[in-house]
Every structure is written in C-alpha cells, then in structure tokens.
C-alpha cells in the first residue's frame, strides 16, 4: 500500500469512528438482582428527561411500584412513564400482553383522572397471552410439586413457547378479519393439551369474556410498527428510556435456570424486544437494592433463615407488588452484582433501599464463595446449596437517613458502604434512594 492509499484509508476510518460517535442513541435501565429492585420508581424519576418510555420484555409477571403525591400505583405492563405530561409510553414487540390486564390497568387510571390511550402505543409484534396460556402455566406448574419454579402463573411462559414455536398470535393479527379463527384454532391446540393434566380442572368462560372486552379496549391504543417508530425516534433525536422488566438474574441464558423468567432480561434484550442495533445503546443504568432480595423458588446464596431476614422483609415491606408473594431477603451478593454489571455494560449504578437497614448494628457482604473449599469470585455455571459465601463485614450506621437529601450529609458508615460497592463494581453510584416517594431521590 503506497503511503496516499494507506492515508486516504486512515481518513476514511476516522470518518466512520466520527459518525459512529455521532450516532444517536437510547439509555436502557433495568434491575441487576432478581427482580423487584425499585425499577417503577427509578423509570419515573428519571422521566423528565426522556420523551419515549419504552418496555422491551416480559409482561403482567412485572409489578413496577411508584408512590407521589400520597398515591401509590402498581403497572404491569404500561411503561411507568405514564405518569409524566408528554411522555409517549412504548410497549415493544419483545413484551407479551394480557388485553383483559392491560385493560384493567387502563380503566383504573382513567378512573383516577389520567387520560391513558392517547400517550400509550403498542407494537404490532408483541404476543398476546390467551386465556388458555394462564391455565397450561397453571396445569404445568402444579404438576411440578417440590420442582415448581416459581411461576407467576401470568401464561409468560407458555406465551413465550408458542411465540418461538411460531404458533403465538400477536397485536397485529387484532386488525385481521380472521383474528376470532385465528384464536379458536390456538386456543383448541392449548385445550389438547392440557389433557396431558387430566386431574386438572379447569374454566375460562369468564376470563375469556374479559379477555376479549380487552381486546376492545386496548384497540382504542395506537398499534404501530414498532422497530421503524423506534428507529425514527432515535434519528429525530427524541430521548428514549428502555425500561427492563424482572431482574438480570432472571434472564433465560445467564440467570440462575432454570428458576429463570422466559425472556431476555438483560440489556441486550433491549435489542431485540424494540428493534434497536446494538450501538444504538446509550447509558446503561443499573439498579440494585442494598441488600437482596428473591421471590419464589431458586438458588440465593446469601438469604437469610433468622431474625434479620425477618427484619429486612418487614422493614423493606418485601411482598409482591403483583403476586402479594412474600419475598426472600438476604445480604448484598457482590458476585452476583458484578456478574450483572459485567452481562449488561452498566455504566452507572443505581442504590434503593438504603433505608431499610438503617437499624443494623452489622452489615455483611458476599465477596466470594466458597464451593467445595474453594474461593470463587465469579458467578458459577450452577448455584446450589454447596455455595457457601465469603463475607466481609461492615459496621451500621445506626441512623434514620430517609429525610436526607444531599450525600454528604450521609453517616460516615453509609458512605464507606457505598464507596466500597462502587470501587467493586468499578460502576459509580449516581442515584440513592432512602424512600419510596419521588423526593426520597439523592442524584451524586
């Protein structure tokens, strides 16, 4: 190559590199535990400054809290944007919708004075959730008796399954004439087989009434074809915040599986749940609780059996905010977060429930763990009770810190408990919240 050519080549690249940097892109945020880190509150403080709230996995298995104005509200599976004047809440093809929830969750918020259709659009791929996949996740579920996974019984699963089984009927086919056909057909396909249960009783005449009074009323909604909206979102330059569902250790490849989720839950999931290219991804934001917590069966290395685990679940009020579901507590698992930070490239770490350990004399953190004598300081190919964790200790701060606003004003000990986390992590902490309400927010 003469030196002009190779010149000219060298141009060349740093022009791709500049329209690279250039390119815009969309900020995901998303839990790193597994599952009910405070998402719902997250999304909505920072809502202000995105103009699209999108949801990209899952469905009405997610329960995102938000509590302001002396209200507190549950969404399943309407983005947690809705709340904020302008915003355009997005539900992506990745997401899978019960019309008879989604309906519900629409007329309970109208019924409290927000006008919900107009600022709500739905991807024509998303897969809806039949009656008849409540009762196979059900029928499967029981059948399982001291296996049972955990399931939210929501028909996420079987919904999934027919949708890589190319047999799931989506938002779009709502438009078909052919769409009632369309649902006798699946629906007789579900019905053989759950005679595979046949001690299984069942009845969905009713759900299925409410079912299609759904369909109705989300076809009040925009349905749109999601992956060009999308992209035409990013290269008009509109702010965009993917929000995840469940938790990163419920991802079906890299959780703890099979007590998993059936979806992608990780930033990547981001991808393909709203048709975005990889480098299309912004800022990643992490959220974890300052402890841990686990709902259903599966692995959790450092839950706790005593007066402390009982403590944190009554403290931190850890029930289910869809399922009522008492939660699992234990000690912050380092190695766990360090896997999720690592999975998802998060570049900035969100920090909820602070609070909660606010009368702890001693705090404990898994560093490692000890599998069969051996010192592990990443996250194994299988967790199970042969884990035991290596914990390092640290002292309480012994003080209420919820009506703190500014981190410096922050106990000397909280401070250390944070500081040490992030420089694991090599993540900052950017955000700490000390309650449920909005202003219970600390931005570093």
Sequence with gaps: MTKKAYFWWQLRFLNVLTQNSKMKKIDVVLGLQWGDEGKGKVVDVLTPDYKVIARFQGGPNAGHSLHFN???????TIPSGIFRDGAINFIGNGVVIDPAILAGEI??????????????????KAHLILPTHRILDAASEASKGKSKIGSTLRGIGPTYMDKTGRNGLRIGDVLSPEFEKRYNTLKEKHINMLKQYPDF??????????????????????????????????DGNVPVLAEGAQGSLLDIDFGTYPFVTSSNTLCAGACTGLGVAPNRIGNVFGIFKAYCTRVGSGP??????DDEGEKMCEIGREFGSTTGRKRRCGWLDLVALKYSVMLNGVTSLIMMKGDVLNSFETLKVAVAYDINGERVTHFPYEVNDDIKPVYR???????DINDIRKYEEFP???????EFIEKECGVPIKIISVGPDREETIIR
């Design 412 to 418: 000397t000990e909280f401070k250390e408990y944070v």
């Design 393 to 399: 200790e640290f002292k309480g701060w012994n003080q």
């Design 201 to 234: 009783e069942y009845d969905i005449t009713q759900y299925e009434k409410e079912w299609f009074e759904g369909i109705e009323k989300i076809r009040q909604c925009e349905f749109i074809d999601s992956e060009q909206t999308m992209n035409d979102y990013i």
């Design 107 to 124: 007329k309970a918020l109208e019924a409290d004075g927000y006008d919900i259709t107009p600022k709500l659009v739905i991807s024509k």
């Design 70 to 76: 002396g209200k507190s509200y549950v969404l399943k």
């Design 300 to 305: 959790f290395p450092t839950e706790l059996f």
